[in-house]
């Protein structure tokens, strides 16, 4: 095990080194369907739970480009295991680099600032925290979700049922997508620990990022009061349009990583077999190491913009550009690097078998990339992408 990181800068290098053991034991993982929980003893050892949490509640301190980094070392070595951190990166970078004056100026209590700092404290002790947002029929369209609140005994009860929940089982508790029973249009975050009224449905068996195990979540529960994500309703739709990037981005830093991870699994393919020597395959690992050069070069300035300027227009442009390059780029190189590697590589439990079929979900991904790509085109056109578009965006 790698020494604990004391800020968000060794992070990295503990990612880094932590990476090969992660590689390692992916295959396995990926063919059983099964969580990766020896990656995450890991990663909560090392502190790395905790990066996105302040340093003053126990935290790394990271920003939102360290995180980038990190994530990126994560997913080198095993995509699936940096897709599941990526949530919990959600969870705590969203709750961590929220201005509190702009939770304030929204209605935000003390109450539900402390809330917010003992969910933080958690993960730094090591509570790993899940994504609840989409639904089967709606996706991750947050205004076309089912699930519903009400208020119950001085808290909420919380009805409904999620799919494509990376980690299901497996967290401390749940960052639930909820709107608000009856005709208001109000949909809110709720912190759903894991318990009584919580049921996983082991339902996932996936193409690829078999390892997330991210099965379906039936709910029914009373949560308290300070399960309310910022203590105010109806903030959701608004935090998901002026600061997409824990919806969008987030994602990307994890694809630009398995990318990469083909790259070097190619390599080592075709050097051990002396394929190497040949124009055609090397012509395919330079415009190969071209394009994952590029992905990251485009998720690091969407990073850089977005702790020097969260939530402008400019910025948010930048946001969905990282996601559509890197989830275009990692299903390209992948498919480029099994092609240079020839027949021998296609059988499972090939390192590039299962890079190939774990990049082809990078684009399908919520946002997916013809979802950016249109968001984009919007903006480049003159219009309002997150209105100007027949069916909502979130």
């Not at 946002?367 to 903006?379: H, M, N, Q, R």
């Amino acid at each position: 095990m790698p020494n604990r990181p004391t800020d968000a800068q060794q992070a990295c290098l503990v990612a880094h080194d932590l990476a090969p053991a992660f590689a390692e034991r992916a295959a396995r993982h990926d063919e059983l369907g099964v969580f990766p929980k020896a990656d995450f003893d890991d990663l909560r050892a090392a502190g790395l739970l905790g990066l996105m949490v302040p340093e003053r509640l126990g935290g790394l301190g990271a920003t939102f480009a360290d995180y980038a980094r990190v994530a990126m070392a994560v997913a080198a070595g095993a995509g699936a295991t940096a897709l599941i951190y990526n949530m919990h990166a959600s969870v705590t970078g969203a709750l961590a680099l929220t201005d509190p004056e702009l939770l304030r100026q929204v209605g935000a209590d003390d109450a539900a600032l402390d809330a917010r700092d003992r969910i933080l404290a958690d993960a730094a002790e090591g509570a790993l925290f899940a994504v609840a947002m989409s639904e089967r029929g709606a996706g991750s369209r947050l205004s076309r979700i089912t699930t519903t609140y009400r208020p119950e005994n001085g808290g909420f009860r919380v009805t409904g049922s999620k799919a494509f929940v990376s980690g299901a089982g497996h967290a401390e508790a749940y960052l639930v997508a909820a709107r608000a029973d009856g005709d208001e249009p109000r949909v809110s975050y709720f912190l759903v620990p894991a318990g009584d009224g919580v049921r996983v449905e082991e339902t996932w068996n996936s193409m690829g990022m078999r390892a997330t195990v991210s099965h379906d979540l039936h709910l029914d529960t009373v949560v308290d009061a300070g399960a309310l994500l910022g203590g105010v309703e109806g903030m959701t739709l608004l935090l998901a349009q002026v600061m997409p990037q824990w919806l969008v981005a987030s994602y990307a830093a994890v694809y630009t990583g398995v990318a990469r991870a083909a790259v070097d699994a190619a390599v080592h393919h075709l050097r051990e077999r002396g394929l190497d020597r040949l124009p055609a395959v090397r012509a395919r690992v330079g415009r190969a190491n071209a394009a994952v050069a590029a992905a990251d070069a485009v998720v690091t300035e969407a990073a850089r913009r977005v702790d020097a300027e969260p939530a402008t227009p400019e910025t948010n442009r930048w946001v969905w550009r990282a996601k559509l390059v890197a989830g275009d780029t990692a299903a390209e190189v992948a498919s480029a690097m099994l092609e240079a590697a020839g027949s021998s590589a296609t059988r499972r439990g090939h390192p590039l078998e299962r890079l190939y079929r774990d990049a082809r979900c990078g684009a399908l991904q919520p946002a997916t990339s013809d979802v950016c790509a249109d968001w984009l085109g919007v903006a480049t056109l003159g219009g309002d992408p997150d209105r100007d578009s027949e069916t909502p965006r979130w």
